[in-house]
């Protein structure tokens, strides 16, 4: 079945920092690809996502690009804020009979300090 | 244009209990589904609703059931609660029944069973 792997978190980075977390998947077909954000005590909110191989979402600063040869998603964002803390879910979007059911990988929780 | 409103936001039920749990989708989405988060854990799909009809279910026992009015607003309803239900509930409504189509979370319904 389909699955998502994140980087193992927590992450914690200083201000101005670069950020990457590593999001891989399996599936079949063609998924779309998500990023979501969730702060404390909140649900989540989508952060960018594609559609399609090569496809670039971005967002905030953050970046995500679809990599159907190493079937990755990476998040990039190239300096970081301490309203950036949050924890990222990475998400694949499922297709046919199942469209609309999304399997989330278990979140990066990052803690970026001043 | 209202988003997506769960109720309540906190709920305490004791092992063998019901509990319903409600949802309001953004206006105008006529799908929704509902997921399942465990602490530290990615949300997990429970299923979906289409149009009053259930499209799509995840790996969850039947005493998970689930309604979608005309209006498109929706319930979950647990039966014979056990300890590891406890979890955040988060509802999601979509325009459209694709992988592609974005979801907009609640803020999540807290249930503790004790």
């Known amino acids: 079945g389909d699955s998502v792997t994140q980087m193992e978190g927590p992450v914690t980075l200083s201000e101005e920092a670069f950020l990457t977390i590593n999001c891989t998947y399996t599936?079949?077909?063609?998924?779309?690809l998500f990023w979501y954000v969730q702060y404390p005590g909140e649900g989540l909110q989508l952060l960018l996502k594609?559609?399609?191989?090569?496809d670039k979402g971005s967002n905030k600063g953050f970046e995500a690009t679809y990599r159907k040869e190493t079937t990755s998603f990476h998040l990039e964002k190239g300096s970081v804020q301490v309203s950036d803390s949050a924890v990222y879910f990475c998400?694949?979007?499922?297709?046919?009979?199942?469209?609309?059911?999304?399997?989330f990988g278990d979140g990066t929780t990052l803690t970026v300090k001043p | 244009e209202t988003g997506v409103t769960q109720s309540p936001t906190h709920l305490i039920k004791t092992r063998g209990q019901q509990v319903t749990l409600r949802c309001s989708s953004q206006?105008?989405?006529?799908?929704v589904s509902w997921y399942q988060q465990a602490l530290g854990q990615g949300p997990q799909f429970i299923f979906q609703?289409?149009?009053?009809?259930?499209?799509g279910r995840g790996n969850f026992p039947p005493r998970f059931s689930g309604l979608q009015f005309p209006n498109y607003s929706s319930e979950l309803n647990v039966n014979a609660l056990e300890l590891d239900d406890s979890a955040l509930y988060l509802c999601?409504?979509?325009?459209?029944?694709?992988?592609?189509?974005?979801?907009?979370f609640g803020p999540g319904t807290r249930l503790t069973v004790l």
């Open positions: 999601a409504s979509s325009l459209e029944l694709a992988g592609n189509s974005e979801q907009f």
């Open positions: 599936a079949t077909g063609y998924p779309s």
């Open positions: 594609a559609t399609k191989a090569d």
């Open positions: 998400a694949l979007g499922a297709m046919g009979t199942n469209a609309g059911k999304s399997t």
């Open positions: 206006s105008g989405h006529n799908t």
């Open positions: 609703y289409y149009r009053e009809e259930e499209n």
